[in-house]
C-alpha cells in the first residue's frame, strides 16, 4: 500500500503539469483579454464596419451610374452601359484592394506591431516591384489608360492583335478575358495588347454576299433583296437600324453572279442578323424561282471493251 501511495506521490505532478501549464495560459489569455482585448477587439470592429460601409458605398454608387445609364432595352446594350459596366468591376476590384491592405495595417497596429517601418519600407518595396515588376507596372499602365480612353468595355466584340476575337467578359486594370465563340476564356494581360478592333462600337455593319445565276434576272434579285431587308428591318427593329443596302454586282464569279448587299445593325447583332437575312433569301429565292447555283461534278464512265 505504501509503495502504490509513493508511485502516485511521483505521478501526479508529471499528470498535473500539463493542465496546469493550459491553465497559466489561459489565465494570461484572460488577462490580457481583461487590459486590452476587448479594446482591439472594439476598435477593429469599428474598422470593420467603416470598410463594410465603404464598400457598400462604392457598390451603390457603381449600382446608381448603371442605372444612370440604362436605357432600358434588354436587347440592345449601348456603349454607355458598357462603359459603367466596366467602370464598375474596376471600382469593386481596387475597393477591395484598398479595404484588405487598410484592415490588415490597422489589426496589425491594435496587436502592438509598429506598422512606420513598414510604410517607410513600402518606398524601397515598390522600387524593387518596379524593376522585378515591370510586366505587371505596365499591364496597370495600359489598363488604366484603355479605360480612360473607352476604347473597349464588357461586353464588346473585339478581336486582338488578329490573336484572338470574342466578347470581352472581365477587364481589370491588368488583363483582359475574352470569351470566344467556342466558350473559351482568354486572359490577356494588358501590357501585351497591342491592337485592338472593336466588332461592336456604336454600330455594326453585317455583309452578305449573294450568288444568282447568269440565267437569272439580276434587276429582278435586287429588288427582291431589297424587299428582304425592308421587312427585316421592320421585323427587327431592335437590332436592324437601317434598311439593307444592296450595293449592286460585286463579282462575276465562276458560276455565279455575286450581289452585295450590307445591313447596318446593333452594336453585335451583326452576325445574328446576317444568318436571318441569309434564311429569308433563300426562302424567297426558292419561291420566286430565282437560282442560287452551286458546285457540281459531272463524272464520266469509261467504258470497259
Known amino acids: 500500500m505504501g509503495q502504490l501511495e509513493v508511485s502516485f506521490a511521483f505521478l501526479t505532478p508529471a499528470l498535473l503539469d500539463p493542465v496546469a501549464q493550459d491553465a497559466r495560459k489561459v489565465d494570461r ?11 482591439v477587439l472594439e476598435h477593429l470592429g469599428t474598422v470593420l464596419v467603416v470598410c463594410i460601409l465603404f464598400l457598400w458605398a462604392v457598390k451603390l454608387v457603381t449600382r446608381i451610374i448603371r442605372r444612370a445609364v440604362d436605357d432600358g432595352n434588354d436587347g440592345v446594350t449601348t456603349d454607355a452601359e458598357r462603359r459603367a459596366e466596366t467602370l464598375g468591376a474596376v471600382l469593386m476590384n481596387a475597393a477591395w484592394v484598398l479595404v484588405v491592405v487598410f484592415f490588415l495595417l490597422m489589426m496589425m497596429e491594435e496587436l502592438g506591431i509598429n506598422i512606420a517601418p513598414l510604410l517607410a519600407g513600402a518606398g524601397i518595396a515598390g522600387l524593387a516591384i518596379g524593376f522585378g515588376g515591370q510586366a505587371l507596372v505596365k499591364d496597370v499602365i495600359t489598363g488604366f489608360f484603355m479605360l480612360m480612353e473607352n476604347q473597349y468595355g464588357v461586353g464588346d466584340i473585339i478581336s486582338v492583335d488578329d490573336a484572338h476575337t470574342g466578347e470581352v467578359e472581365k477587364m481589370t486594370l491588368r488583363i483582359t478575358v475574352l470569351r470566344d465563340s467556342e466558350g473559351r476564356a482568354h486572359f490577356i494581360p494588358n501590357g501585351t495588347i497591342t491592337r485592338v478592333v472593336v466588332l461592336s462600337k456604336s454600330y455594326a455593319k453585317a455583309l452578305v454576299d449573294i450568288g444568282v445565276s447568269y440565267e437569272a434576272d439580276i434587276d429582278q434579285a435586287m429588288d427582291e433583296l431589297r424587299a428582304i431587308g425592308a421587312q427585316l428591318a421592320s421585323d427587327w427593329p431592335e437590332r436592324v437600324t437601317e434598311a439593307t443596302n444592296v450595293q449592286g454586282v460585286q463579282a462575276l464569279g465562276d458560276s455565279a453572279v455575286v450581289i452585295r448587299t450590307l445591313t447596318r445593325t446593333a ?22 424561282g430565282i437560282d442560287i447555283p452551286f458546285p457540281q461534278m459531272v463524272v464520266h464512265q469509261k467504258e470497259r471493251s
Not at 489569455?29 to 479594446?39: I, V
Request: net charge positive; aromatic share 22%; hydrophobic share 35%.
Open 267 to 288: 452594336p453585335g447583332k451583326q452576325w445574328e442578323v446576317a444568318r436571318e437575312f441569309r434564311r429569308r433569301v433563300f426562302n424567297t429565292f426558292k419561291e420566286k
Open 29 to 39: 489569455f484572460l488577462h490580457w483579454m481583461d487590459q486590452h482585448g476587448w479594446t
